[in-house]
């Protein structure tokens, strides 16, 4: 074997670190890159800026940073700061429904409207700078806008671009489940006029200034002042044709990247899940590699995100702590045809997409174990600490996870099953969204059929193995859960939640407090 230590320190880097089918080591000869023992490097996307403080106005202290300067996320000795935001965030009332939200009173195709009681009295000088943090009246997710404008006198915002946040595989007639509406969740950053409170930050770009109101403990002089500038930190890319095989990342800090949830998102498949590909650590066209022993500290999109061919990845001993989106992510090639409309076999009902060829790239094998995964999804709400698309017998166990707005662990579609999910334990998971469960699955395979789903029509369910060729096991798991009250349904926590067509599974000696298990339409279970 050959290992190449890494020595302490910080390592900021200009662009990605890149591994091709060059760098690939053999099965008698694997490749490890790792820590110098007792030594923590970090690998960072990020800038250390060299500052100088002056005093602004009313607590707040600015300083130059380089021109063309641009970034997402600020940290101050190592810990994420606050975006400039309205209404302010209270870290002691963090959840949405809890404190720092304010409601809708009504809204539209890309717009709403605001109360002016709870709004803002200030007026903001570069609107369309805004970005909208909104959920939809479902409350499955999140969304994230730019401001397109700002009528003050009709107390009308209206949003520009964004949104991707959801796979909007809904019904297109009333996209229920997806659409803003009066009462919904929002709160506004990246507002100069808003920067008030300690622990926030607004970053100029026409004049290149930051502007940062510290803490009344923190000093401010000679802290370290981090930025994020890239949103990969290393890239392993190959093919199924050509792989990159036997490498392995051990014992790093990954960090200071930046926030993804302006950039477009992708339908992975048939689930109501969007997701960015890409992550602090992306994986495509992968076989025999490992993620070990790992430290994912704030980064600000997926922190782990393995695509299309991928066999036998090793994801064992890693701590993902404060991602911007989802932990751990196993994303096949769809083959999803939205807008298809492709008709049951059995009553005609027309479905909402259609299937192309089934994928040839997917990940397979893949084994994410023993894991610390926690308060995941800090940008994004729809996310999860693994979540899984078009993928084939993958392996989820004793992992700890908790503190999650959505699931634990998420099954997007029924392709191609097999995985077994073991020995985990999950609590405090589905805090800020609805309708859902620490451990979610979805059907909506080719014999899925809308109105037998919605109760119109009663038919077999079809050959649902089809799709869902191999059993998936979930057991021995422990989870401890309670209900998220304030959200419309009531009770929001499903367990193990088992939706829309779910089929072949094997579910026994799990151990659920305080949810239960959504045996929803479906087929072939076992419970």
Not at 350 to 362: A, I, Q, R
């Amino acid at each position: 074997p050959i290992t190449v230590l890494v020595r302490g320190g910080t390592y900021y880097l200009s662009e990605p670190l890149v591994f091709g089918c060059a760098d690939s080591g053999t099965d008698l000869q694997p490749i490890t890159y790792a820590a110098y023992p007792g030594e923590k490097p970090t690998i960072s996307g990020g800038v250390k800026l060299k500052v100088k403080w002056q005093r602004y106005r009313d607590g707040i202290m600015k300083c130059s940073v380089p021109v063309g300067t641009d970034f997402n996320q600020l940290f101050i000795n190592g810990k994420r700061q606050m975006r400039a935001r309205y209404p302010n965030f209270d870290p002691e009332k963090p959840l949405v429904g809890e404190g720092g939200y304010i409601n809708t009173t009504a809204a539209g195709d890309r717009e709403f409207t605001y109360d002016p009681k709870t709004f803002t009295k200030k007026k903001w000088a570069k609107p369309t700078e805004a970005i909208i943090h909104i959920f939809p009246g479902s409350y499955w997710n999140n969304f994230q806008f730019q401001v397109k404008s700002v009528d003050w006198d009709r107390r009308l915002i209206k949003l520009g671009e964004g949104g991707w946040q959801t796979a909007l595989l809904d019904n297109p007639d009333d996209f229920f489940g997806t659409a803003l509406s009066e009462g919904s969740h929002f709160f506004i950053d990246n507002v100069f006029e808003e920067l008030d409170a300690p622990g926030e930050w607004y970053l100029d770009k026409e004049k290149s200034i930051l502007y940062y109101m510290p803490p009344t403990k923190l000093e401010l002089t000679g802290a370290q002042v981090e930025v994020s500038l890239l949103k990969r930190l290393i890239e392993v890319k190959g093919s199924r044709q050509k792989p990159v095989r036997h490498l392995c990342f051990e014992g790093f800090r990954f960090a200071h990247t930046s926030a993804t949830f302006m950039d477009n998102y992708i339908t992975p498949s048939t689930g109501d899940w969007g997701i960015h590909r890409g992550g602090a650590v992306y994986m495509e066209g992968v076989e025999d590699c490992a993620v070990e022993n790992c430290f994912f500290d704030a980064v600000g999109g997926n922190a782990l995100y393995i695509s299309h061919h991928a066999r036998r990845i090793r994801v064992y001993g890693n701590t993902f702590a404060y991602t911007g989106d989802s932990a751990v992510c196993l994303v096949g090639k769809s083959h999803v045809i939205e807008g298809g409309n492709m008709p049951c076999p059995f009553c005609g009902a027309k479905s909402y997409w259609s299937f192309g060829p089934d994928p040839e790239d997917y990940p397979a094998y893949c084994l994410i174990s023993n894991n610390l995964m926690h308060h995941i999804g800090v940008y994004g709400k729809q996310t999860a600490g693994v979540f899984m698309a078009i993928a084939l017998k993958n392996t989820i166990s004793h992992n700890h996870i908790h503190h999650m707005p959505r699931s634990s662990i998420c099954m997007n579609d029924p392709f191609w099953g097999g995985h077994i999910i073991e020995y985990n334990y999950i609590h405090d998971t589905v805090k800020e969204t609805d309708d859902h469960g620490p451990i979610n699955s979805w059907g909506r395979g080719h014999y899925w059929c809308v109105k037998h789903y919605g109760g119109g029509v009663y038919h077999d369910p079809g050959d649902v193995k089809r799709d869902a060729k191999f059993t998936t096991i979930i057991r021995h798991n422990f989870i401890r859960e309670k209900v998220t009250e304030f959200l419309p349904y009531g009770s929001s926590n499903l367990g193990i939640d088992m939706d829309d067509g779910s089929a072949n599974f094997h579910v026994y000696n799990n151990l659920v407090i305080g949810a239960g298990v959504q045996n929803r339409d479906g087929s072939h279970r076992i419970i």
